[in-house]
């Protein structure tokens, strides 16, 4: 099993993550019509991925058993017919594939391994598929959201409404600037976390075929 399948595996197994930003999660903060909000419907359309869309990212893995975290780079590639694509450069290289069939894992010869079928496995998955997706509605569905905007800065909380689902993956915190997303955060504890930089973020990206055939399916 490849470094990156165990890190995925050890993180979402064990303790709920904690909700550790309340702040943000006070009832003045509720967002319960963000589509009617004026506040907040221009920016959730422009973050949905209504266009092809191209990034760089670091990861950032803490676990308790380590003094340092672990760090991951590599590109976002995302194409809404056919979902999102994370292609790992940094410690191995590994292609994550998410998108309506659920996630694949693919090397760089190309071959294929499904990611774990078990429900805590499927539940990060989704989450982090309507989470990137931005679709209000699918999101009302799945999550009470919460918000706070300071000038151009926003940072929104989702809060899963199954119980079983929050107590899986917990609170999901994303924040950026303008109509950019920079950050995504998952934590467990104060010393099991994940921490995700985005970064050069290019809109209606043209991908070639041959691309298209490489990171996605």
Known sequence: ??????????????AALAAETPDLLG??????????????SELFARLAPNKTRFSQFEEKRFLPFRQ???????????VPELGLSLRYLEPEKRILIIDAKGLLMRDEEGRERAAPSDSRAQAITSAMVSVLRFDIAALQKSFAIHGRREDAA?????VPHDAAVAETIGTLV?????????????????TQRIEIAIAETREDVIFTEAVL???FR
């Open 1 to 14: 099993m490849s470094l990156l399948a165990r890190l995925f595996l050890f993180f979402i197994a064990g």
């Open 27 to 40: 009832p003045a903060t509720l967002l319960t019509e963000p589509a009617k909000d004026p506040a907040w």
């Open 68 to 78: 340092m975290p672990i760090v991951l780079k590599g590109e976002i590639r995302i």
């Open 154 to 158: 926003w940072t929104l909380a989702f």
């Open 174 to 190: 994303v924040s950026g600037e303008k109509a950019q997303l920079t950050r995504i955060e998952m934590k467990k504890s104060a």
């Open 213 to 215: 055939k490489r990171y």
